[in-house]
């Protein structure tokens, strides 16, 4: 008697896994998770561009390890990234871990995404100073390149975030911040905070 029921019961499972596979077909189920993975996998390698860029932008060399920092990613995992930026044209390993003219166009994309929609938070919803690097961390992988100038007009082209930090042009590098850091200023001395950091 157990056999039978063991046996009915692999029946019954195996009745109800063809019916999942003919209905994931049918829903489209499967290429939803392809698609959900292939968005995550462009989340992942414009985070990195913008890892890339940040690094760029403030004269340091960034590394295998300061890549996978920035994506908590393993180092193994940041290496395939690496590899992925490379075949697509975007880094060059010539001379260390660079971003191309490509990388830089794409990685200027992202960052001006991410600053503009800061920019959008702070003025436009009035969010917490605090918030707009996590939100807008989130929010700058919906925007194509015709949003992100839609935003830029909308906001009347602001040319720094809620940071101070410079929101790069579409075709041209942004110059860094102006000043120096307030640990260097004298006691007592008069300055203007033109900068303040938002990124880990």
Not at 100 to 122: C, D, F, K, N
Request: glycine residues 6%.
């Amino acid at each position: 008697m157990p056999s039978v029921l063991l046996i009915g019961s692999l029946v019954l499972a195996m009745a109800a896994l063809t019916i999942v596979i003919v209905f994931a077909r049918r829903w489209g189920l499967r290429d939803r998770l392809r698609a959900r993975r292939a968005f995550r996998l462009r989340v992942t390698v414009e985070d990195a561009l913008k890892h890339l860029h940040a690094a760029e932008e403030r004269g340091r060399r960034p590394t295998i390890e300061s890549l996978a920092g920035a994506l908590a990613i393993s180092a193994k995992r940041a290496v395939d990234i690496a590899r992925l930026l490379h075949e697509r044209g975007l880094v060059t390993s010539d001379a260390g871990f660079t971003l191309t003219p490509a990388g830089e166009r794409s990685a200027r994309q992202i960052v001006r995404a991410h600053r503009l929609w800061e920019r959008y938070l702070a003025d436009e919803l009035h969010a917490r100073t605090e918030d707009l690097h996590r939100l807008a961390d989130r929010q700058e992988h919906f925007l194509d390149i015709d949003q992100i100038e839609h935003l830029a007009a909308h906001l009347g082209h602001p040319a720094r975030d809620p940071h101070g930090d410079p929101i790069p042009a579409v075709d041209t590098r942004s110059a860094p911040p102006p000043g120096w850091p307030l640990t260097l200023v004298s006691p007592g001395a008069p300055c203007e905070i033109v900068h303040l950091e938002d990124e880990p």
